[in-house]
């Protein structure tokens, strides 16, 4: 059974960092994918990040690119997403999700997601 757990969430302000964590259990960093996603109020779901865990690449939006840096520690089967640079709109609910490899819309199995919020 895949678990997911996401932490590391918060309110920061523009232009502040945080680092996401997301604990996997029952599935193993060394193959198939992992994304990261978000969703704000009112909006639609989109995908921020994506690493393909058997080759190492990994693939981000434009709207993060260059903000958003995603890593793992397969030791402690945990995929991390640092953010840079926040926005506004960056304010969601973050989540990760394993598939089968990036590039699928759909994913497989989701944690239950921690918020970013990003005021002044």
Do not use: H
């Not at 995929?79 to 969601?92: F, G, H, I, K």
């Amino acid at each position: 059974q895949v678990q997911l757990v996401e932490s590391g969430g918060g309110l920061v302000q523009p232009g502040e960092s945080l680092r996401l964590s997301c604990e996997v259990s029952g599935f193993t960093l060394d193959r198939y994918a992992i994304g990261w996603y978000r969703q704000a109020p009112g909006k639609e779901r989109e995908e921020v990040s994506c690493f393909s865990l058997g080759d190492g690449s990994i693939y981000y939006e434009d709207f993060v690119k260059g903000r958003f840096t995603m890593s793992r520690d397969s030791a402690r089967n945990v995929v991390y997403l640092q953010l840079n640079s926040l926005r506004p709109e960056d304010t969601a609910v973050y989540f990760c999700a394993t598939k089968m490899w990036c590039g699928l819309v759909g994913f497989d199995d989701r944690g239950q997601g921690t918020q970013v919020t990003v005021s002044s």
